[in-house]
């Protein structure tokens, strides 16, 4: 059984309760998040942990993805953390750094 797999039979009764357009969503997030795994050698729950998560945050970065899509993926591999009774959660995104407007650069180099 695959990972993608797996995440469909884990997450089948949890779309159907309270919020479903939202779980679904959530669902996809999760689907996308577990081919991303498979990509990486996982092929069971178990073999996905902190540093699978913190790669595909490094790929999505590359893909440009705006900061609230990215927490958006977080709360749904936060919730595939849930179904599977992991105790902690996962790795949140990295904040964007801001570049400084003109301004700010000039009050800086002003400073110095």
Known sequence: MSLCQRVEMDTHHWVSKQNKPERRR???????FAK????KGARHPD???GSTVVSFWKHQRTEGLAWDTQMDYWYSINA??????RPDEPPRPREPVLPMDDRCQQAHESAE
């Open 26 to 32: 959530k669902r996809v997030r999760m689907l996308v």
């Open 36 to 39: 991303f795994a498979e990509t």
């Open 47 to 49: 073999q996905v942990g």
């Open 80 to 85: 595939l953390w849930q179904i599977w009774g």
